[in-house]
């Protein structure tokens, strides 16, 4: 059962963003943008107009580390920034120094750390919000897969990722999927050990459903990645980082090796095809050594 009106999320979201875009408690970072295409895709590039807004929040998290020892920004959340609650496990909230509009974390209410696999309740949380609006759903599993909280949360965005072109930029190679373990599959494009698989079409119209389905495929990704598999009854902790996506009609699965090419952290959203850099000597680096190569380098080869 959710805690919110079915088809009224969005209309939440779009409330609590203008409420707190006037009282600041939202502080979004501006960005101008650059696309890179490479082996298919047009990689969608975000650069940091300004630091200023990042460094100074860098500031107030160091400031609020140094006054307590394990700061912890979700616990409790700000509630300018709380959007509603989603089920007796999780709650919604802004980013709150957000680069994409709109951008909403799926927080567990109570403490559980992100190197801990996903759960049942995770998933149900998830798709509760991926029914209610077009969104990508991601999990960075570990400060190496891109986590910069260590409390348990996913990540929910609008679609589209990209102003222009497929509204999440891998699209095009996504059709040359190859079969390999039942309905787990690989993309031919990907230089990098993953698995992907598509989803159902009527899972969306029963988000419960959905979820167990997908919480059962989550665990077979991981099997046959060799990576620790969740459990029904406990909290089991990941045996590497890793990164998921998760749409409305697929997901991908990717282990990584490291957080970062050179001084650039990757997310989730990298593997999507959106990527984030704070300066032009960043862009740069990226154009130069190619968006798929800076993907094979923090990752594990097939």
């Keep these: 059962m959710a805690f919110f009106e079915k088809g009224r999320l969005w209309q939440n979201i779009v409330w609590t963003t203008e409420r707190a875009l006037e009282n600041g408690a939202l502080v979004p970072v501006p960005t101008d ?6 082996n298919g895709i047009q990689f969608f590039v975000r650069v940091l107009a300004t630091l ?32 509603t609650d989603i089920s007796d496990t999780h709650i919604a909230i802004l980013n709150k120094y957000n680069v994409v509009e709109h951008h909403l974390l799926i927080v567990t209410r109570h403490y ?4 801990i696999l996903l759960t049942l309740n995770d998933f149900e949380a998830l798709w509760l919000c991926l029914a209610e609006y077009r969104s990508i759903g991601f999990y960075n599993g570990g400060k190496d ?14 679609l589209p990722l990209s102003p ?3 509204a999440i930029p891998i699209e095009p190679i996504i059709a040359n999927e190859r079969q390999t373990d039942g309905p787990l599959l690989t993309i031919p494009g990907f230089p990098f050990l993953h698995s992907f698989t598509r989803l159902r079409k009527e899972l969306i119209h029963a ?17 046959r990645l060799s990576m ?32 970062c090419f050179g001084d ?39």
Aim: net charge positive; with cysteine.
């Design 112 to 115: 559980e750390d992100q190197d």
């Design 52 to 83: 200023a807004r990042k460094d100074e929040a860098l500031k107030i998290q160091a400031a609020s580390v140094k006054s307590g020892a394990n700061h912890n920004p979700f616990l409790p959340p700000e509630k300018d920034l709380s959007v």
């Design 33 to 38: 943008v650059a696309f890179i295409e490479d």
């Design 145 to 158: 897969a891109g986590a910069s909280q260590r409390h348990k949360h996913l990540q929910l965005v609008p």
């Design 207 to 223: 988000p419960f459903a959905a979820a167990r389905e997908t919480f059962h495929i989550y665990a077979s990704m991981l099997r």
């Design 228 to 259: 620790s598999v969740p459990s029904d009854h406990s909290l089991v902790r990941q045996s590497m980082p890793y990164c998921l996506l998760v749409t409305r009609e697929w997901m991908l699965l990717i282990p990584r090796s490291q957080e």
């Design 164 to 166: 222009r072109g497929p």
């Design 264 to 302: 650039i952290s990757l997310n989730s959203l990298a593997f999507a095809g959106s990527l984030f850099v704070r300066n032009e000597q960043q862009l740069e680096q990226i154009r130069s050594y190619r968006p798929m190569n800076i993907l094979r380098s923090v990752t594990i080869p097939p």
